[in-house]
Structures are given as C-alpha cells and as structure tokens.
C-alpha cells in the first residue's frame, strides 16, 4: 500500500531560482536559457521515467517544447521576485505499473488544473 504523499512549492526568482534550471532538471534534458545565455545540461541523468507537458485549451501547441514554454515565462515575468512555476511532488504506489501510474497523474492533472 502506497504512503500519500503531496507537496506543492513555487520557484522563484526571489530564491534564486531559474524555470529553465529547474525544467531541465526535472525532465532530465539539455534546455538553453535565452535571457542568461547559458545552457542547463541533466541528459545525463538517469532516473527520469516520464515527462509531459499539460497545456490549457487555447495555449500555444508551441509550448509543448519544454525550452520554448520556459523561455517565454522568463522573458515574460518582469520582476526580480517572480514567481515562475509551481512544482509539485507527488508519491505514486509502488502496486502499479508505469502506464498505470501515468494515467494517474494524467487524470489528476486534468482534472485538478
């Protein structure tokens, strides 16, 4: 039986945090930062399973790019205290397999956002 678990934070410029660090990161990709000029590269990690971008109805299909959507907040979040993104960490039960998992998170996401 899986531990519930959920935690929900925000990055922010204010703390020192980057979107496209953070992005990179997360998906374990190699992601360019337009606005600094310099690159954020996680290929190399190992313990990525799944990514995915969730888009709201009417946002750009251009935005399903990782770079492309996190560019675009940093360039067009203005101020030095910004919040940028939300982050949110959820425990997935060990009992279900990876397909199962996604379609999880796919349901919550979609029905919670």
Request: proline share 3%.
């Amino acid at each position: 039986m899986a531990i519930y678990h959920l935690s929900g934070s925000i990055i922010s410029r204010s703390q020192g945090r980057s979107a496209i660090a953070s992005a990179a990161y997360r998906s374990g990709e190699k992601l360019a930062d337009e606005k600094q000029g310099s690159v954020h590269d996680y290929s190399k990690k190992q313990d990525v399973v799944y990514t995915e971008i969730f888009l709201p109805e009417g946002a750009p299909e251009s935005f399903k790019n990782r770079e492309v959507l996190w560019n675009a907040v940093e360039q067009y979040e203005k101020r030095k205290d910004a919040q940028l993104a939300r982050e949110f960490t959820i425990s997935l039960p060990r009992e279900l397999t990876i397909e199962q998992n996604k379609a999880l998170i796919t349901e919550f996401v979609t029905h919670e956002f």
